[in-house]
């Protein structure tokens, strides 16, 4: 499939060079254009990489290669939501030797220096500053988001029908939601668990085993569907099952019962979580949770030359903004020539129009890039030194649907 590439430098400065965490992006992905094509006003270019099973005359850039795809691999099966993508990337982060900042405290930067800080547990934004950075001098950001299309449990799930317990879900993002059907289905996400002090942590979720199913009808009870296509009532008919109401509970007490009916999520449900966390069910104050596909991601083809996975949208982007970043700064010399500051944003909710907290529309990064200057002049810089900054940056945002598209502007026309 051939990559599409849209470069839009508007009104460039004199100043914009291309950051050398643009130069890492060729090795990120067997999909991505390099960006030596910036210059050479190239619109379309195709692969050529080969597959990675065929022969190669360079053969260490092959094993590179399947390195970094087997690296996707395991980030993918990884973040199965936004949150464990985000504790994923710090993690990697931290194993890289970048020093994480609090948001609420002051922050001590240095040139030379690697830093990072999340927001909602499912937002991050890491930067590397250049050994030769000076007041004025730009910001080189690759941004990303770490959510994708998937469906969510309501804040009351519980429900049951024909003696079957049911999970009420809501769809989040634009998904294709008839190939959630017939498909083996667990939940993840995050949970607030309250301690015996009183007081309240946030605890990351997985159930890797199969818990719940979207069935389809039988051919027999929906005679059309191959001539009248496939057309789900989102409300009425995806809803995942559970499990089966047990005599012991449809024999209960009615005064039982009724209290139970006022749980807003089935105990069976709350009781797996706890013991996956470690936990008692009372303990459980709240949680955010996805329905996700238990099937791993992995490599497929005669020449294992494809991708079979969940979520590419945009995990896969996010992936490679991570990586580019940690690989461009891998070493002290690194940086050493650099005049800019390396950047990366990864947002949430971008599916969903980006207006949170956590999202692009937020004005986290711009607040950060104001944070940053104001840390390396070691006095009150005024509006002037941010100005030039953003006159001197550009924002690459990269997203993946099918091939990947990368745009450039310059955080001037913003």
């Known amino acids: ?52 099973r065929c022969n190669s005359e360079n053969g260490s850039s092959t094993e590179s290669s399947r390195s970094i795809v087997n690296d996707l691999l395991d980030y993918l099966n990884e973040s199965w939501t936004q949150f464990h993508a985000t504790a994923e990337a710090k993690r990697q982060l931290l194993d890289a030797g970048f020093h994480l900042l609090n948001e609420n405290e002051e922050w001590d930067l240095k040139p030379g220096g690697r830093y990072f800080f999340t927001r909602n547990m499912s937002s991050l934004v890491a930067f590397a500053i250049g050994e030769k950075y000076s007041i004025g001098n730009g910001f080189h950001v690759i941004a990303a988001h770490t959510d994708s299309p998937c469906l969510k449990l309501k804040p009351k799930s519980a429900s049951s029908k024909s003696g079957y317990l049911l999970v009420n879900v809501q769809t989040y993002g634009g998904g294709l939601w008839h190939t ?76 039982k019962s009724s209290a139970s009916s006022k749980d807003p999520h089935h105990q069976l449900l709350m009781q797996i979580l706890s013991d996956e966390l470690g936990c008692e069910v009372k303990d459980i104050a709240s949680m955010e949770l996805n329905v996700c596909d238990t099937q791993p991601s992995c490599l497929g083809g005669a020449n294992d030359e494809f991708i079979f996975s969940g979520r590419l949208d945009n995990l896969a982007s996010s992936f490679c903004a991570l990586r580019a970043l940690v ?37 986290t990064m711009f ?7 104001s840390c390396l002049g070691q006095q009150s ?9 953003i006159r001197h940056s550009f924002l690459g945002t990269l997203s993946v649907a099918g091939a990947y598209i990368f745009f450039l502007i310059n955080l001037n026309t913003i």
Request: with cysteine.
């Open 367 to 373: 607040e950060a890039m104001r944070r940053i200057i």
């Open 1 to 52: 499939m051939a990559a599409i590439a849209r470069f839009h430098l508007l009104q460039p400065s004199p100043l914009l060079q291309p950051s050398a965490i643009l130069s890492k992006f060729h090795r990120a992905s067997p999909f991505f254009i390099s960006s030596t094509n910036i210059n050479r006003g190239c619109g379309r270019t195709l692969s050529t990489i080969p597959p990675f």
């Open 381 to 389: 810089v005024g509006e002037c030194g941010f100005a030039r900054a």
């Open 180 to 255: 959630w059907f017939d498909r083996d289905l667990s939940v993840a996400g995050r949970v607030i668990v309250r301690a015996e002090d009183g007081s309240f942590s946030h605890k990351l979720v997985k159930i890797k085993r199969p818990l719940l199913r979207v069935p389809t009808l039988a051919i027999h009870l929906n005679r059309t569907v191959n001539t009248d296509g496939f057309k789900p009532n989102l409300e009425t008919q995806l809803i995942p099952l559970l499990a089966t109401e047990t005599d012991k509970t449809s024999s209960e007490p009615n005064e």
């Open 327 to 363: 690989d461009a700064c891998a070493s002290p010399e690194d940086l050493a020539d650099e005049h800019a500051i390396r950047m990366i944003a990864l947002f949430d909710n971008e599916e969903v129009g980006s207006d949170s907290y956590q999202g692009a529309s937020a004005p």
